[in-house]
């Protein structure tokens, strides 16, 4: 037990030595050294989550997400432990909220970071199906693309194909009527169109005529459509529009499965509208509290430290910051005397020994002087 309670006052960045000395103030930084190191450990799992998907399909993806929630919830500890200890107690409530006002905009950007990949993972279901939604309509634009696309760009030889189809029903109607036309001309039935005579005579002869030409003029035709047919269908596989299909649901779940964070992020940020544009009240409530819940968390060791009572340890703690100033400050003198002291003594060895050294030189000049 002693040993959680060290680590807790360690993470709450406390001095130990002096936080001994009060056992009334034990239990506050047992509970803000608990609150910083649980926010550490969910930022691991946030940012390990993320870079998962970061590598998602890669064979190190596992060890890249541990190794980078490790790193990410040391970096967030060592934050949340720098801001905590470094508000200071002294003065009035107001100018330590002052103080601890960029340290609380900190946090809350700290909340918002480590919120997010925990969000994607409790909407995984939802995004899931965003996704596919989303990932279908990609496909149906894709086609409505490439379909008029390849409508606009051919759009002669469409039309040319309408008009031989268009002709092809109509000359089939026509062959229809000629043909009945014939065997009432044949079988004598008396009509409009027909003489009533019984027989293969002349004018069946000429209806047979007029029934081979439409006949004839049909298989022309019908080539040409052919032809025609063949041609637009090559040019659908050269431009595409043939290859391309719908996912299938099996299709769309890999998709979904292998989608990236930016795509995860994005259908997360969509959950909270409907298909019409409108704001999904709910989905949004819900997302709105899970952050706010994660932004309270970090800020929390913050607001402890500020709504706590100025306490023994504080005042220990200001204390000895002032002493540790004042040795600062005599260390300092003490530094500046030494200094002084060593220069100048080195200023009168230098004088000293340039003096000698110009009465050498002028004793030995006045030596090899000569006066004739």
Same mark, same amino acid.
């Given at each position: 037990?002693?040993?959680?309670?060290?680590?807790?006052?360690?993470?709450?960045?406390?001095?130990?030595?002096?936080?001994?000395?009060? +056992?009334?103030?034990?239990?506050?930084?047992?509970?803000?050294g608990?609150?910083?190191?649980?926010?550490?450990?969910?930022?691991?799992?946030?940012?390990?989550?993320?870079?998962?998907?970061?590598? *998602?399909?890669?064979?190190? *993806?596992?060890?890249f997400?541990?190794?980078?929630?490790?790193?990410?919830?040391?970096?967030?500890?060592?934050?949340?432990?720098?801001?905590?200890? $470094?508000?200071?107690?002294?003065?009035?409530?107001?100018?330590?909220?002052?103080?601890?006002s960029?340290?609380?905009?900190?946090?809350?950007?700290?909340?918002?970071?480590?919120?997010? +990949?925990?969000?994607?993972?409790?909407?995984?279901?939802?995004?899931?199906?965003?996704?596919?939604?989303?990932?279908?309509?990609?496909?149906?634009?894709?086609?409505?693309?490439?379909?008029?696309?390849?409508?606009?760009?051919?759009?002669?030889?469409?039309?040319?194909?309408?008009?031989?189809?268009?002709?092809?029903?109509?000359?089939?109607?026509?062959?229809?009527?000629?043909?009945?036309?014939?065997?009432?001309?044949?079988?004598?039935?008396?009509?409009?169109?027909?003489?009533?005579?019984?027989?293969?005579?002349?004018?069946?002869?000429?209806?047979?005529?007029?029934?081979?030409?439409?006949?004839?003029?049909?298989k022309?035709?019908?080539?040409?459509?052919?032809?025609?047919?063949?041609y637009?269908?090559?040019?659908?596989?050269?431009?595409?529009?043939n290859?391309?299909?719908?996912?299938?649901?099996?299709?769309?779940?890999?998709?979904?499965?292998?989608?990236?964070?930016?795509?995860?992020?994005?259908?997360?940020?969509?959950?909270?509208?409907?298909?019409?544009?409108?704001r999904?009240?709910?989905?949004?409530?819900?997302?709105?509290?899970?952050?706010?819940?994660?932004i309270?968390?970090?800020?929390? +060791?913050?607001?402890?430290?500020?709504? $706590?009572?100025?306490?023994?340890?504080?005042?220990?703690?200001?204390?000895?910051?002032?002493?540790?100033?004042?040795? *600062?400050?005599?260390?300092?003198?003490?530094?500046?005397e030494?200094?002084?002291?060593?220069?100048?003594?080195?200023?009168?060895?230098?004088?000293?020994?340039r003096?000698?050294?110009?009465? *050498?030189? $002028?004793?030995?000049?006045?030596?090899?002087?000569?006066?004739?």
């Open positions: 037990m002693k040993k959680v309670t060290r680590f807790f006052w360690f993470c709450s960045g406390a001095h130990v030595g002096t936080l001994k000395k009060y +056992p009334i103030e034990h239990n506050k930084y047992v509970g803000i608990a609150t910083i190191f649980f926010t550490a450990l969910f930022a691991s799992l946030s940012g390990g989550y993320a870079m998962y998907f970061v590598f *998602a399909g890669n064979a190190f *993806a596992v060890v997400a541990i190794l980078f929630g490790l790193i990410w919830g040391t970096a967030i500890f060592n934050l949340d432990r720098y801001i905590v200890s $470094s508000i200071d107690k002294q003065g009035t409530a107001n100018q330590q909220i002052i103080q601890a960029p340290r609380i905009l900190l946090a809350i950007m700290i909340g918002i970071v480590i919120s997010r +990949p925990l969000e994607l993972k409790i909407f995984d279901k939802e995004i899931r199906q965003k996704l596919k939604t989303a990932y279908l309509k990609g496909q149906h634009r894709k086609i409505d693309t490439l379909q008029k696309t390849y409508t606009d760009k051919y759009a002669m030889e469409l039309g040319k194909d309408k008009e031989l189809k268009r002709e092809k029903d109509s000359l089939e109607t026509a062959i229809n009527d000629s043909r009945s036309e014939l065997n009432q001309e044949v079988f004598g039935d008396k009509t409009d169109q027909t003489s009533g005579i019984v027989g293969y005579g002349t004018y069946a002869k000429q209806k047979q005529a007029v029934l081979q030409e439409k006949e004839d003029r049909l022309t035709v019908m080539d040409n459509q052919d032809k025609m047919e063949q637009l269908s090559e040019r659908k596989d050269y431009e595409g529009v290859s391309i299909r719908l996912f299938s649901e099996h299709q769309l779940d890999s998709l979904s499965n292998v989608a990236g964070f930016s795509d995860r992020n994005w259908a997360l940020g969509q959950l909270s509208y409907n298909e019409n544009g409108t999904d009240l709910d989905t949004y409530l819900a997302e709105s509290f899970i952050s706010f819940l994660f309270l968390f970090e800020c929390l +060791p913050v607001f402890v430290k500020l709504m $706590s009572p100025k306490g023994p340890y504080d005042v220990a703690i200001s204390k000895l910051t002032e002493a540790d100033i004042h040795y *600062a400050e005599r260390d300092k003198e003490r530094n500046i030494v200094t002084d002291n060593v220069y100048d003594h080195h200023l009168g060895s230098e004088i000293e020994k003096k000698k050294i110009i009465t *050498a030189q $002028s004793d030995y000049d006045l030596e090899r002087h000569s006066y004739d």
